[in-house]
């Protein structure tokens, strides 16, 4: 049965999806239900192609076996009545054609045999002839004999009741038998339309739960990654916390180091102060002493041997302590890029394991799609085979389910890619950032270094130059002059500093 044409429908007056009063059509199918009625509208014309196609076969069977049967119903008879003419006139000749006394065959007797022999032999050749024809035109005759044969049965029903009336009765009799087959084809495409509803709805209900099953899939699926994209950055998160926390250890590191330094600074600074005071003290008891043994001679020697004595003690220190400083400074050094060498190592570690986690995770999830596509695929496959036993065809509901599951492996490839590309970048803003605090350190302790060197230059300086200094000191300029006091020294005898030149007057 051929399905009603589609109806026209009229045009809808009101306000339409651009928000002001307009003349606009609605769709009769929604989008969401649009392939399931292509699906259903291609099954249903499948459906009647069929049935037309089992009609059709049946029928063509049905005038197969008619012609048969009447092909091999005459041809017996042909074959029954030949034969059986053919064997009694050969046996009636022969018998009339036996001399009773043992006359000779008579002439007329013998030919009538011999032609006879001769059309059984030209019927048996023929037989075999028509046998050994072919298929196709063996079927040619039998379908012209058929043919001949229903033309002539259908003239002679015309002619054997052409001058019969019917009556009323069988008129009735005729009308019943119509309309109780009408009524009987009624009834069996009411039950095949039932039987074709109920199918329609066990399969409407398959689809249903076979979609209902996909979508919870797919919801599942996506939870399961929802739920590792939250660990995952969780994990992210820890580990960018656990390295801000050890920048922010090791910065602490670096100012108590800067710390210790400015100290030690500190207490050098003051230990030359007091050196400094120290000699200053000694250079003032120097002077004291030497104001006080202004008139012995041996202590113009004894003095200027101390004082070199002490230059050369103060050189000795002053050199150990710049050893030692310049010592310390290279273990520092030292210790510094081992501890820079030793960190850039572990945080390129870190990223290299970082990095591999990734790509297997990557090649990973990779592989657990391509592992569900697969398997996804053979049960497309083994539904196919079912389907196409049970003579359904999804194709287009497999086509769709196969482009969603495409595309949702290109969404998943796309957001892997950038997420990997989220973390490169990420990771080299890190480098970046890394290396920009080694070099501040770097610079820092350049810095301090300089600073070092220059206090360390200027130590050198004011060491230089209070030992090799071209100056003469007051005292030494005065000795060379000669002491001359004119008055006598209140801290000794009262004849320790007087003028030898009064002493002589006096005298």
């Known amino acids: 049965m051929e399905p009603p044409p589609p109806r026209d429908h009229a045009p809808k007056d009101g306000y339409g999806p651009r928000g002001f009063p307009d003349c606009y059509y609605t769709s009769r199918v929604l989008n969401s239900t649009f392939r399931y009625v292509r699906f259903i509208k291609k099954l249903r014309t499948l459906e009647a192609e069929q049935r037309r196609g089992a009609a059709n076969s049946l029928k063509e069977l049905n005038d197969k076996q008619y012609s048969d049967f009447f092909i091999r119903c005459d041809r017996r008879s042909r074959i029954k009545c030949t034969g059986g003419i053919s064997v009694g006139v050969i046996e009636e000749l022969r018998r009339k054609a036996k001399p009773e006394t043992n006359k000779p065959i008579t002439e007329p007797n013998a030919t009538l045999v011999a032609l006879l022999e001769a059309e059984e032999e030209m019927n048996i050749r023929k037989f075999v002839e028509e046998a050994q024809a072919g298929a196709e035109a063996l079927w040619q005759d039998k379908k012209d004999r058929l043919a001949y044969l ?78 590792i994209l939250k660990q995952e ?51 003032k008891l120097i002077n004291d002493t030497w104001d006080s043994l202004a008139d012995m001679g041996l202590a113009d020697e004894k003095a200027h041997i101390e004082q070199l004595r002490q230059k050369e003690r103060d050189l000795d220190v002053c ?30 570690d870190k990223l290299d394991k970082k990095r591999c986690e990734l790509a297997m995770k990557s090649r990973k999830c990779t592989k657990d799609v391509r592992a569900a596509i697969v398997e996804q695929m053979k049960e497309n496959a ?32 796309m957001t892997d890619a950038q997420a990997r590309k989220l973390y490169q970048t990420q990771l080299l803003e890190q480098m970046k950032y890394n290396k920009l605090l080694k070099d501040r350190a770097i610079q820092e302790e350049l810095e301090q270094r300089k600073k070092c060197q220059l206090a360390a230059q200027e130590y050198q300086q004011e060491i230089n130059k209070m030992v090799c200094s071209d100056e003469v000191h007051p005292f030494m300029k005065q000795m060379a002059k000669g002491l001359r006091m004119k008055e006598t020294c209140p801290c ?9 030149k009064t002493k002589t007057d006096k005298k």
Not at 335 to 340: T, Y
Not at 396 to 412: E, P, R, T, W
Not at 492 to 500: G, N, Q, V
């Open 150 to 227: 229903l033309a002539k049965r259908k003239k002679e029903h015309e002619e054997k009741y052409k001058d019969t009336p019917l009556r009323r009765r069988e008129r009735w009799q005729a009308v019943r038998n119509v309309a109780r087959v009408a009524m009987k084809e009624s009834d069996a495409l009411a039950a095949r339309m039932e039987l074709d509803a109920i199918e329609r709805l066990r399969r409407d209900n398959e689809c249903k739960a076979h979609g209902d099953f996909q979508i919870e899939l797919n919801r599942q699926q996506r939870e399961r990654e929802r739920e």
């Open 233 to 283: 950055s969780l994990r992210l998160r820890a580990e960018f916390e656990a390295l801000a926390k050890k920048e922010d250890e090791d910065s602490v590191k670096q100012q108590q180091k800067r710390k210790d330094l400015a100290a030690d600074r500190e207490q050098m600074l003051k230990e030359r102060q007091e050196n400094i005071a120290k000699k200053n003290a000694e250079t």
């Open 319 to 348: 050199n150990k302590k710049m050893a030692m400083y310049k010592k310390g400074l290279e273990a520092m050094a030292v210790a510094d890029n081992v501890l820079l060498q030793k960190e850039a190592q572990n945080v390129q």
């Open 382 to 413: 083994e539904l196919r085979a079912s389907k196409e036993l049970h003579k359904h065809d999804d194709d287009g509901y497999y086509n769709d389910l196969a482009d969603q599951i495409s595309k949702l492996v290109q969404h998943k490839e």
């Open 492 to 500: 000794s005898k009262p004849t320790y500093c007087a003028d030898p």
